[in-house]
């Protein structure tokens, strides 16, 4: 089994700051690109931002130079770093990350996307 857990939601003012967490754990052997999604009350879930296994990183432009998104491989874990929260976070923030599990029988390996259950992030006026 391989799970997928996010931490660290809460209810926080605007312009404060909220770090999530990500944690996988299971039956896997390295982790690829990660990313982040939320999803508000009424509307569809958005991506936020995205990293590579090399670093790379991509940013929605509504959180450009406000989210910062890490990774600790030694860790499998990701974080997703918020500042100058407002209202318009608002919303429940998914972790997704490909992993490498054992492969299926005959191939050499494979990798997986998998989901977290979601954090709540509520930033109040």
């Known amino acids: 089994q391989v799970h997928l857990v996010e931490s660290g939601g809460g209810l926080v003012q605007a312009g404060g700051s909220l770090t999530l967490s990500c944690q996988a754990s299971g039956d896997f052997f390295s982790m690829n690109d990660m990313g982040w999604y939320r999803q508000a009350p009424g509307k569809q879930r958005e991506l936020v931002a995205t990293?590579?296994?090399?670093?790379?990183?991509n940013y929605a432009d509504s959180v450009k130079g406000r989210f910062t998104i890490l990774r600790d491989d030694m860790k499998y874990a990701g974080r997703l770093q918020m500042t100058s929260l407002q209202s318009e976070d608002t919303g429940r923030y998914y972790c997704?990350?490909?992993?490498?599990?054992?492969?299926?029988?005959?191939?050499?390996?494979?990798?997986?996307?998998?989901w977290g259950q979601g954090t709540q992030v509520t930033v109040s006026s």
């Open positions: 990293i590579t296994r090399a670093g790379g990183t």
């Open positions: 997704n990350a490909r992993l490498r599990v054992r492969p299926p029988t005959g191939w050499d390996h494979a990798d997986s996307d998998f």
